[in-house]
Nanobody, 121 residues
Framework: QVQLVESGGGLVQAGGSLRLSCVAS????????MGWYRQAPGKERELVATITRSGRTNYADSMKGRFTISRDNAKSTVYLQMNSLKPEDTAVYYC???????????????WGQGTQVTVSS
C-alpha cells in the first residue's frame, strides 16, 4: 500500500505565495512521474504540473511562470511553489504519483487526499 500526504495549503491573499508538499510512503520500489492537479467547486479536476524522475516538467498554460514544481527523489517528495496567486487558483489541490511497489511490478497511480488552497481578493 502507498500513502500520499499533502501539506501546505491554506488561506492567502491575492498576490501571495504558498508551497505545497506531498510525501509518498509505504510499499515503494520506484516512483516515476509525480504531479499536482486541482479541482475547483463545480469544475472537473485539471492538471497543474507534472515532473518526471529525471526532472522534466510540464505545466498547464495558466500556471506557467507562476508555479514551479520540483521533487526530491531521496525523500519521495514533490513540491509545488505557487506565486502571484489569484482568486481563480482557489481549489483543492491533489498530489498524484506513479509508483511501482516492487521490482517486478508495473507502475500504479495513487492520489493524495487533497489540500485546500483559498485565495482571497
Amino acid at each position: 500500500q502507498v500513502q500520499l500526504v499533502e501539506s501546505g495549503g491554506g488561506l492567502v491573499q491575492a498576490g501571495g505565495s504558498l508551497r505545497l508538499s506531498c510525501v509518498a510512503s509505504g510499499s515503494i520500489f520506484s516512483i516515476n512521474e509525480m504531479g499536482w492537479y486541482r479541482q475547483a467547486p463545480g469544475k472537473e479536476r485539471e492538471l497543474v504540473a507534472t515532473i518526471t524522475r529525471s526532472g522534466r516538467t510540464n505545466y498547464a498554460d495558466s500556471m506557467k511562470g507562476r508555479f514551479t514544481i520540483s521533487r526530491d527523489n531521496a525523500k519521495s517528495t514533490v513540491y509545488l511553489q505557487m506565486n502571484s496567486l489569484k482568486p481563480e487558483d482557489t481549489a483543492v489541490y491533489y498530489c498524484n504519483t506513479q509508483v511501482a511497489p516492487a521490482a517486478s511490478s508495473g507502475y500504479y497511480s495513487y492520489w493524495g487526499q487533497g489540500t485546500q488552497v483559498t485565495v482571497s481578493s
